[in-house]
């Protein structure tokens, strides 16, 4: 097939290639080594890239007009098409065929106008981030003027646009304009600056400004405000690390992140997009991290590529009801200038790469993200959500660095596709909660006390992974240490445990005795539930007076502490108040629907099935608005807020457990009790029922298997938080399947502990898989209770270390049906191979062992070697991407070439030699089961190979040796594989 046939076969291929990210980018990058290699004129070049025009209908343009050039300009487009998106990052469809690479024009160059069109990539890249200076060189010799300039500054445009349109500009002024241009970035190059090097003076009114914002923020980020309450607590004082990590799939996924990595380059997918995302679950500590961030600038302690920080709150966002431009926005919401706004706004404009937004919570806007309304102009009015989904998706301040925070479930891939990283929040460590208990306690005696409970509590100790959590279960400390047995285990048990805290700490009376405290306060509570619940579903978390009014809300009330005035930007001075964490706000909800008598009694139905509600009394206002866009008949389209109304339903399943049934005893009848449990046990009986009748029927010789639904795992721990093992055990005993697949569920510790709870009860042996989560080693821990009826655990990219894998060996040598493992992608080193070798050493009906790209060098390989002498039954052994070298190959080879079990191994990427080749071709001539041995990527020569070959002259059972990417040329390559066919390169 010709490469014009080809340009035509996969058209739509690539188009999609060109145009899918959203960004003209890649299409423009083609255009330049077209241009360069002189294969388009430039009256063909403005034809193809018409201002204005769609993306698509720009590329199809130059697509036709490659296909009618012919067969050379095809082959040219190719090779760019390869350079610009090579395979490496995924282009789904076939260069094959096409120039290998592009080769550059050794001709001397007889006009600078002609070097500028010819060296068109390479000047595009230097004049990246440096455009000013350029401009400010043609501007100081006449050749520019100042339109001109501005007309190249425009912010709609991308830096490397900008620097096309200086190119485009310059070439149209002549020789003149092009060679002082050459000779600026040749003085560049020979000074040895880089773009990020440059940065402007400011005027004087900025500087002053600059220290204006600094110390707003300063002042507004000092003290913890997420859910300090009024103790004005110190953040200097209090906080804590969470462990940050990149996309699993990302390459530079491993190895720890500090809050500069955050707007570093690390992990970016698109370089072409500002946008960083920062996603966590609820309380994982989201906006005391963007807090933390703030404070370091407004010190001059981070972030100092930043001129400018413009901090703001989704939340707050919320209660402008005015359009504004984006001037209006940055200096209405955030900080005044004394005066020059317009030269400070200018400045900003002028320079985006200097200028850093934040936005904390973009799942609390009353709408979803929509890129439909495209804005352009920095100076134009428009509703506040318009102009930060125009600011995140780049149409506004193109070039301006934003940092948003949100839940995981707000985001779709209607937004993924306009970021240029995410980087997610994984709450704390153990030493994180170590590290923050003894921060928030002065008195190391206390702390010690504190942490010596969560030691003895291991359902508690997962809680506490969860930064808010961590923050109550410290707060109450005095709650904890004296409950004895009835220590926390759930959620519930500790919002009730601060519910608690924070009346007993009001009351006139003192510490009321026994469980009575509840019904002293019972009128604060449901003033307090009801201001929850019919709000919440307006995505509305700051209350005006009107509203507390509304629900009865009183001075006494506010002065619990649950309440906390607002740092609202809107324009109104009266007093607005919210919950001290949404989190709180939810549970008083679900507190209002368990004790008030004015609820629906459809309100708990529909709470669990998220379903349309009828304007049914209370229930239309709380929850109508709330659902999922798709589950709606009319109005806007809102955020999503099914996860607030999960953590409701998880609250009121934890709140009608039998544990805390002597607390509604005096505040609600127990017929009434009753007959709510029982809705929220049938609910969560029909809601397991239906993922079940999902599952598919397996493929004749496959195990039937099961991939969780979004709603699995939060219905699994709304039965974990009502206590009833008879629930679990009747939803487990209606789950028939072999593999139970919870891949990417944002699985933590907590719902380690909800999993292990219910899984437990299942009837048969299962595999569970939990690869791409956030595990942990706290997480295993919890997890071991189910151990007993996984028969194969799958943990991949779960960030465990050899301190989790001790305990879930000692736990899984105890378990008969424990019989396989997959660990990729952890943090384990040469210290968890003894416990695997002790494993393998006990357990003879072991198959299966999995610890790929990891930290295990040849000592750990001699450590395995160990309990491989003595096993009689492993079948599968995965140790790719280590460092075990050759020695290490060489202490397996000598116990596993006597092994009559052993079906697959993997070595890749190990840094094997011919000498370890050698040593495995023991295995390969002595084995009786062996089938496939996996070599890749390692540093195997011809010696190496020709043993390889010589031991399966004597081997017929082995299938295949893999040995891609090894120290051998083509030729030897093309040589061997005519020798031996099972060999594979």
Same mark, same amino acid.
């Given at each position: 097939?010709?490469?014009?046939?080809?340009?035509?076969?996969?058209?739509?291929?690539?188009?999609?290639?060109?145009?899918?990210?959203?960004?003209?980018?890649?299409?423009?990058?083609?255009?330049?080594?077209?241009?360069?290699?002189?294969?388009?004129?430039?009256?063909?070049?403005?034809?193809?890239?018409?201002?204005?025009?769609?993306?698509?209908?720009?590329?199809?343009?130059?697509?036709?007009?490659?296909?009618?050039?012919?067969?050379?300009?095809?082959?040219?487009?190719?090779?760019?098409?390869?350079?610009?998106?090579?395979?490496?990052?995924?282009?789904?469809?076939?260069?094959?065929?096409?120039?290998?690479?592009?080769?550059?024009?050794?001709?001397?160059?007889?006009?600078?106008?002609?070097?500028?069109?010819?060296?068109?990539?390479?000047?595009?890249?230097?004049?990246?981030?440096?455009?000013?200076?350029?401009?400010?060189?043609?501007?100081?010799?006449?050749?520019?003027?100042?339109?001109?300039?501005?007309?190249?500054?425009?912010?709609?445009?991308?830096?490397?646009?900008?620097?096309?349109?200086?190119?485009?500009?310059?070439?149209?002024?002549?020789?003149?304009?092009?060679?002082?241009?050459?000779?600026?970035?040749?003085?560049?190059?020979?000074?040895?600056?880089?773009?990020?090097?440059?940065?402007?003076?400011?005027?004087?009114?900025?500087?002053?400004?600059?220290?204006?914002?600094?110390?707003?923020?300063?002042?507004?980020?000092?003290?913890?405000?997420?859910?300090?309450?009024?103790?004005?607590?110190?953040?200097?004082?209090?906080?804590?690390?969470?462990?940050?990590?990149?996309?699993?799939?990302?390459?530079?996924?491993?190895?720890?992140?500090?809050?500069?990595?955050?707007?570093?380059?690390?992990?970016?997918?698109?370089?072409?997009?500002?946008?960083?995302?920062?996603?966590?679950?609820?309380?994982?500590?989201?906006?005391?991290?963007?807090?933390?961030?703030?404070?370091?600038?407004?010190?001059?302690?981070?972030?100092?590529?930043?001129?400018?920080?413009?901090?703001?709150?989704?939340?707050?966002?919320?209660?402008?009801?005015?359009?504004?431009?984006?001037?209006?926005?940055?200096?209405?919401?955030?900080?005044?200038?004394?005066?020059?706004?317009?030269?400070?706004?200018?400045?900003?404009?002028?320079?985006?790469?200097?200028?850093?937004?934040?936005?904390?919570?973009?799942?609390?806007?009353?709408?979803?993200?929509?890129?439909?309304?495209?804005?352009?102009?920095?100076?134009?009015?428009?509703?506040?959500?318009?102009?930060?989904?125009?600011?995140?998706?780049?149409?506004?301040?193109?070039?301006?660095?934003?940092?948003?925070?949100?839940?995981?479930?707000?985001?779709?891939?209607?937004?993924?596709?306009?970021?240029?990283?995410?980087?997610?929040?994984?709450?704390?460590?153990?030493?994180?909660?170590?590290?923050?208990?003894?921060?928030?306690?002065?008195?190391?005696?206390?702390?010690?006390?504190?942490?010596?409970?969560?030691?003895?509590?291991?359902?508690?100790?997962?809680?506490?992974?969860?930064?808010?959590?961590?923050?109550?279960?410290?707060?109450?400390?005095?709650?904890?240490?004296?409950?004895?047995?009835?220590?926390?285990?759930?959620?519930?048990?500790?919002?009730?445990?601060?519910?608690?805290?924070?009346?007993?700490?009001?009351?006139?009376?003192?510490?009321?005795?026994?469980?009575?405290?509840?019904?002293?306060?019972?009128?604060?509570?449901?003033?307090?539930?009801?201001?929850?619940?019919?709000?919440?579903?307006?995505?509305?978390?700051?209350?005006?007076?009107?509203?507390?009014?509304?629900?009865?809300?009183?001075?006494?009330?506010?002065?619990?502490?649950?309440?906390?005035?607002?740092?609202?930007?809107?324009?109104?001075?009266?007093?607005?108040?919210?919950?001290?964490?949404?989190?709180?706000?939810?549970?008083?909800?679900?507190?209002?629907?368990?004790?008030?008598?004015?609820?629906?009694?459809?309100?708990?139905?529909?709470?669990?099935?998220?379903?349309?509600?009828?304007?049914?009394?209370?229930?239309?206002?709380?929850?109508?608005?709330?659902?999922?866009?798709?589950?709606?008949?009319?109005?806007?389209?809102?955020?999503?807020?099914?996860?607030?109304?999960?953590?409701?339903?998880?609250?009121?399943?934890?709140?009608?457990?039998?544990?805390?049934?002597?607390?509604?005893?005096?505040?609600?009848?127990?017929?009434?009790?009753?007959?709510?449990?029982?809705?929220?046990?049938?609910?969560?009986?029909?809601?397991?029922?239906?993922?079940?009748?999902?599952?598919?029927?397996?493929?004749?010789?496959?195990?039937?298997?099961?991939?969780?639904?979004?709603?699995?795992?939060?219905?699994?721990?709304?039965?974990?938080?009502?206590?009833?093992?008879?629930?679990?055990?009747?939803?487990?005993?209606?789950?028939?399947?072999?593999?139970?697949?919870?891949?990417?569920?944002?699985?933590?510790?907590?719902?380690?502990? =909800? +999993? $292990?709870?219910? *899984?437990?009860?299942?009837?048969?042996? &299962?595999? %569970?898989? !939990?690869?791409? /989560?956030? @595990? #942990?080693?706290?997480?295993?821990?919890?997890?071991?209770?189910?151990?007993?009826?996984?028969?194969?655990?799958?943990?991949?990219?779960?960030?465990?270390?050899?301190?989790?894998?001790?305990?879930?060996?000692?736990?899984?040598?105890?378990?008969?049906?424990?019989?396989?493992?997959?660990?990729?992608?952890?943090?384990?080193?040469?210290?968890?191979?003894?416990?695997?070798?002790?494993?393998?050493?006990?357990?003879?009906?072991?198959?299966?062992?999995?610890?790929?790209?990891?930290?295990?060098?040849?000592?750990?390989?001699?450590?395995?070697?160990?309990?491989?002498?003595?096993?009689?039954?492993?079948?599968?052994?995965?140790?790719?991407?280590?460092?075990?070298?050759?020695?290490?190959?060489? =202490? +397996? $080879?000598?116990? *596993?070439?006597?092994?009559?079990?052993? &079906?697959? %191994?993997? !070595?890749?990427? /190990?840094? @094997? #030699?011919?000498?370890?080749?050698?040593?495995?071709?023991?295995?390969?001539?002595?084995?009786?089961?062996?089938?496939?041995?996996?070599?890749?990527?390692?540093?195997?020569?011809?010696?190496?190979?020709?043993?390889?070959?010589?031991?399966?002259?004597?081997?017929?059972?082995?299938?295949?040796?893999?040995?891609?990417?090894?120290?051998?040329?083509?030729?030897?390559?093309?040589?061997?594989?005519?020798?031996?066919?099972?060999?594979?390169?």
């Amino acid at each position: 097939m010709s490469v014009q046939e080809l340009v035509l076969k996969q058209r739509t291929e690539i188009l999609h290639a060109l145009c899918s990210s959203g960004s003209a980018e890649h299409l423009e990058q083609v255009l330049d080594v077209l241009l360069a290699e002189e294969e388009l004129s430039w009256e063909e070049y403005q034809n193809v890239q018409v201002p204005g025009r769609a993306l698509y209908t720009n590329a199809r343009q130059l697509l036709d007009l490659v296909y009618t050039k012919g067969v050379d300009t095809c082959g040219l487009f190719l090779a760019a098409l390869k350079q610009v998106l090579p395979e490496a990052k995924g282009v789904g469809f076939s260069l094959t065929g096409c120039r290998s690479s592009l080769e550059g024009k050794e001709e001397y160059q007889s006009t600078s106008s002609q070097t500028l069109l010819t060296q068109r990539p390479s000047l595009v890249r230097e004049l990246q981030g440096c455009t000013d200076g350029a401009l400010q060189a043609l501007l100081i010799s006449g050749l520019f003027t100042t339109a001109d300039c501005d007309d190249v500054r425009l912010p709609i445009h991308t830096p490397s646009q900008q620097a096309r349109r200086l190119l485009d500009h310059v070439r149209s002024k002549g020789e003149s304009a092009a060679k002082t241009l050459l000779q600026y970035i040749q003085q560049k190059q020979e000074s040895g600056s880089t773009p990020t090097q440059e940065k402007p003076t400011p005027p004087k009114e900025f500087v002053k400004y600059q220290k204006k914002l600094s110390s707003s923020v300063s002042a507004q980020s000092c003290f913890l405000s997420t859910y300090g309450g009024t103790s004005h607590m110190s953040l200097d004082d209090i906080y804590t690390e969470g462990q940050l990590e990149l996309g699993h799939d990302c390459a530079d996924a491993h190895g720890s992140l500090g809050l500069e990595d955050i707007v570093g380059t690390a992990g970016t997918v698109n370089e072409e997009a500002d946008t960083v995302l920062v996603s966590g679950e609820a309380g994982s500590g989201k906006s005391t991290l963007l807090q933390r961030l703030h404070l370091l600038w407004a010190r001059g302690t981070a972030l100092q590529d930043f001129l400018l920080l413009f901090p703001f709150s989704c939340r707050r966002l919320n209660s402008e009801q005015r359009e504004l431009s984006v001037q209006e926005l940055l200096f209405q919401h955030c900080c005044w200038p004394d005066r020059e706004q317009e030269e400070i706004f200018q400045f900003i404009l002028d320079h985006p790469h200097l200028i850093l937004f934040t936005f904390d919570g973009l799942d609390e806007l009353k709408q979803s993200f929509s890129d439909e309304h495209r804005l352009c102009c920095p100076t134009q009015r428009a509703p506040v959500h318009v102009l930060l989904f125009n600011l995140i998706q780049g149409s506004l301040m193109k070039g301006v660095r934003k940092v948003v925070t949100s839940r995981p479930e707000a985001v779709g891939p209607l937004l993924k596709k306009h970021l240029r990283k995410e980087v997610f929040l994984k709450g704390f460590s153990p030493s994180g909660i170590d590290c923050f208990v003894k921060k928030h306690h002065s008195d190391p005696a206390v702390a010690a006390k504190v942490l010596g409970s969560l030691q003895t509590n291991t359902a508690l100790l997962g809680l506490c992974h969860s930064p808010v959590l961590c923050w109550i279960v410290s707060q109450c400390h005095k709650e904890l240490l004296g409950c004895g047995e009835g220590s926390p285990q759930t959620i519930t048990d500790v919002y009730l445990m601060i519910l608690q805290h924070f009346l007993q700490r009001q009351s006139s009376q003192g510490s009321t005795a026994g469980s009575g405290w509840l019904h002293e306060h019972l009128q604060t509570v449901l003033h307090l539930g009801q201001l929850a619940f019919e709000l919440i579903g307006t995505t509305c978390y700051i209350f005006s007076g009107a509203d507390l009014e509304t629900c009865g809300v009183t001075e006494k009330d506010i002065s619990m502490g649950f309440l906390i005035q607002s740092k609202d930007m809107s324009s109104t001075r009266s007093k607005r108040y919210e919950f001290l964490h949404v989190t709180l706000q939810c549970f008083f909800a679900a507190l209002y629907i368990v004790l008030s008598n004015n609820t629906d009694r459809s309100t708990i139905p529909k709470l669990f099935e998220l379903k349309d509600l009828k304007e049914t009394g209370l229930s239309s206002a709380c929850f109508g608005s709330c659902l999922p866009s798709t589950y709606q008949q009319e109005g806007e389209a809102t955020a999503a807020e099914t996860p607030n109304l999960q953590i409701t339903a998880t609250f009121v399943s934890g709140l009608l457990s039998q544990r805390h049934q002597s607390l509604w005893l005096h505040c609600c009848p127990s017929a009434v009790m009753e007959k709510r449990v029982r809705q929220v046990v049938r609910c969560l009986s029909k809601g397991m029922q239906k993922h079940f009748k999902s599952i598919p029927q397996p493929v004749e010789g496959e195990k039937k298997s099961m991939h969780a639904m979004p709603g699995f795992v939060w219905l699994i721990k709304c039965i974990y938080e009502m206590q009833e093992s008879r629930i679990a055990k009747d939803a487990m005993s209606k789950l028939e399947v072999d593999h139970l697949k919870l891949t990417y569920c944002n699985i933590g510790p907590v719902e380690c502990t =909800a +999993l $292990a709870y219910v *899984l437990q009860h299942l009837k048969n042996p &299962v595999g %569970l898989q !939990l690869d791409n /989560n956030s @595990v #942990g080693d706290v997480g295993v821990e919890q997890l071991l209770p189910c151990m007993h009826i996984c028969n194969s655990l799958y943990l991949r990219n779960n960030n465990i270390t050899d301190e989790g894998i001790r305990k879930l060996i000692a736990k899984g040598i105890q378990c008969d049906n424990f019989r396989k493992i997959a660990l990729f992608n952890n943090q384990l080193t040469d210290a968890c191979t003894q416990h695997f070798s002790h494993l393998l050493k006990t357990k003879q009906n072991f198959l299966a062992l999995r610890l790929g790209n990891n930290n295990i060098t040849a000592e750990g390989a001699k450590q395995l070697a160990e309990g491989l002498k003595f096993n009689h039954s492993l079948q599968y052994l995965g140790l790719w991407g280590n460092k075990i070298g050759d020695a290490g190959a060489e =202490a +397996l $080879a000598q116990v *596993l070439e006597s092994s009559n079990t052993l &079906v697959w %191994l993997s !070595l890749a990427g /190990n840094g @094997v #030699g011919s000498r370890g080749a050698r040593a495995l071709a023991n295995i390969i001539k002595n084995s009786a089961s062996l089938e496939e041995i996996w070599l890749i990527e390692n540093c195997i020569t011809r010696a190496g190979v020709e043993c390889l070959i010589q031991a399966l002259e004597h081997n017929t059972h082995v299938k295949s040796i893999c040995l891609r990417n090894n120290d051998l040329t083509p030729e030897e390559v093309e040589e061997m594989t005519q020798r031996e066919s099972r060999l594979i390169f």
